[in-house]
């Protein structure tokens, strides 16, 4: 089966732009979380989804917002690009976020962003 | 309040030498779930362990090992006979059951430079 996905790989903006960013989920998973990792820290929790209704955000300006399908994939879109936003985005997976049951997140391989 | 410490910013060894990865925790949950993953350059978090609140045995899978003390709040990580191939950025991440999106709290990483 295969982990999860996110893309571009790559991306490179200028400030003031708007950028999405995509993340497929592993299949049966129905739960997507965000992270920031700014260089040289560890990720920074931004928002998490679960069938497609927000569930947690983190200590982010509302330039940054998100939002799953109905396949259970999901965007996170950043406003007005400010420098400070260059850093790897990672989505991770998990198959629910029932507060009974512990399900462990999955991370994909991230999109770097990078803001001139 | 919630958080991880990894106070070791950048570790170097020689090859075959042991080193420790130290990580401290806070948190108020009686219910709670420690990790350690490894970020090699390419960014992708490899998933190393995980370890439950209310289960202290200590971990040896080989090289790596785990010694996880509730008394001390530590969750420290272990390499035996360290190879190149180890060097990499590690983090240690903490998930509370009662957070409602078992959102993970990530340290800011120790590097750890391996040298033949």
């Known amino acids: 089966d295969a982990g999860v996905t996110q893309s571009p790989t790559h991306l490179i903006k200028t400030r003031g732009q708007q950028v999405t960013l995509r993340c497929s989920p592993i299949?049966?998973?129905?739960?997507v979380s965000w992270y920031q990792q700014v260089l040289g820290q560890g990720p920074q929790f931004i928002f998490q989804?679960?069938?497609?209704?927000?569930?947690g955000r983190g200590n982010f300006p509302d330039r940054f917002s998100a939002r799953q399908f109905p396949n259970y994939s999901s965007e996170l879109n950043v406003n007005a690009l400010l420098l400070g936003d260059s850093a790897l985005y990672l989505c991770?997976?998990?198959?629910?976020?029932?507060?009974?049951?512990?399900?462990?997140?999955?991370f994909g391989p991230g999109t770097r962003l990078t803001v001139l | 309040a919630q958080k991880v410490t990894q106070a070791q910013t950048e570790i170097s060894v020689v090859e075959k030498e042991d080193v420790t990865l130290d990580c401290v925790y806070e948190?108020?949950?009686?219910?709670?779930?420690l990790f350690w993953y490894k970020q090699p350059p390419s960014g992708e978090l490899v998933f190393l362990i995980r370890r439950n609140s209310f289960d202290e045995q200590n971990e040896i899978s080989g090289r790596y090992s785990w010694n996880f003390q509730k008394s001390t709040s530590s969750f420290n990580f272990t390499i035996t006979a360290s190879q190149v191939v180890d060097s990499a950025v590690y983090f240690c991440a903490l998930s509370e059951a009662n957070s409602g999106t078992y959102k993970y709290i990530f340290g800011t990483g120790t590097r750890l430079k391996v040298l033949a």
């Open positions: 948190t108020r949950d009686t219910t709670y779930y």
């Open positions: 299949s049966g998973h129905k739960s």
């Open positions: 991770a997976s998990s198959l629910s976020n029932r507060r009974a049951t512990y399900n462990e997140q999955f």
């Open positions: 989804y679960y069938e497609k209704e927000e569930r």
